[in-house]
């Protein structure tokens, strides 16, 4: 199965995603690879993949990729091998990935993998005071391109299996717990 968390930058995907890998069995991350600079407390394989700009494009040739996109000018892509291979070991994927790679990853696997959608939701003002107080401190600049994908982001809630208000890590944790476990026949 497929979690998918998705919501603007800020939103709290990647801290949601470590708790729940914390706190439950059989539960993976599937990090992108990225055409993005590592940042500080970013650990290879585990926060994503990087590779350079033109590595990333010789894989987008060679058609590695199920989906892949460019945000803040860098490439981000869903690795079509190490997916099938978590897929096929039983595993429960949870991967952040945006609105765009939401959509992407449903036609293509729609088929043959159960696949479980989750947005994030954050209000506007949250969202600027959580990227302001970030570790890897974004430029004002950066701030401003995260807020501005804010609306359009948010268009797209009708993908969205799930929507969650994030506004309490241990709340919103437990909810997505009880989701995984009540799509996987657990509850």
């Not at 690879?33 to 700009?53: A, L, W």
């Not at 765009?100 to 088929?111: A, D, M, P, R, V």
């Amino acid at each position: 199965m497929l979690v998918i968390l998705s919501g603007v930058a800020g939103a709290g995907k990647d801290t949601i995603k470590k708790e729940l890998i914390k706190r439950m069995e059989n539960v993976e991350s599937l990090p992108s690879y990225t055409s993005r600079q590592k940042r500080e407390g970013d650990i290879e394989g585990q926060t994503y993949h990087f590779v350079s700009k033109e590595e990333f494009e010789e894989m987008i040739k060679n058609e590695e990729f199920y989906e892949y996109d460019i945000h803040h000018n860098q490439y981000y892509g869903t690795s079509k091998k190490l997916l099938n291979q978590k897929i096929q070991n039983g595993k429960v994927i949870v991967k952040d990935i945006d609105v765009n790679g939401t959509e992407h990853l449903k036609e293509l696997l729609k088929e043959d993998t159960k696949i479980v959608t989750i947005f994030l939701r954050v209000p506007k003002e949250e969202l600027r005071k959580r990227l302001e107080e970030r570790i890897d401190k974004p430029s004002p600049q950066e701030i401003i391109l995260r807020l501005n994908r804010f609306d359009y982001e948010e268009s797209k809630i009708d993908l969205y299996d799930y929507v969650l208000k994030n506004d309490n890590l241990e709340k919103t944790v437990q909810i997505i717990k009880t989701i995984i476990e009540y799509e996987k026949g657990e509850k």
